[in-house]
Nanobody, 123 residues
Framework: QVQLVESGGGLVQAGGSLRLSCAGS????????MGWFRQAPGKEREFIGV????????YYKDSMKGRFTISRDNAKSTVALQMSSLKPEDTAVYYC????????????????WGQGTQVTVSS
């Protein structure tokens, strides 16, 4: 079992940066690849990127590359999403999710999900 809690969301101006954090449950968390997704109002859930259980490999959706960076600290059972050069279109609820496999862009491959944290980018 993995329990996930996102934090760090809020209001930020366009062009700014924000760092989201996802806290998991101990050693079990460390065995899962961790993905980040987002969902804007009226939009489908969108894959952002994923980091392997070891933190040595990452994969991002092409449109996210260069602005979004995923990292993890297994000692602290956390995974982070660093966002920069934010745009109003980045406004969404952001979710972290855990998967027993790596690099899946499909949300159905993720067994556990956090509650989400709201990110609002103003122009």
């Amino acid at each position: 079992q993995v329990q996930l809690v996102e934090s760090g969301g809020g209001l930020v101006q366009a062009g700014g940066s924000l760092r989201l954090s996802c806290a998991g449950s101990g050693r079990t968390f460390n065995s899962y690849a961790m993905g980040w997704f987002r969902q804007a109002p009226g939009k489908e859930r969108e894959f952002i990127g994923v980091i392997s259980w070891s933190g040595t490999s990452t994969y991002y959706k092409d449109s996210m590359k260069g602005r979004f960076t995923i990292s993890r600290d297994n000692a602290k059972s956390t995974v982070a999403l660093q966002m920069s050069s934010l745009k109003p279109e980045d406004t969404a609820v952001y979710y972290c999710a855990a998967s027993s496999t790596y690099a899946s862009t499909n949300g159905r491959a993720y067994e556990y999900w956090g509650q989400g944290t709201q990110v609002t980018v103003s122009s």
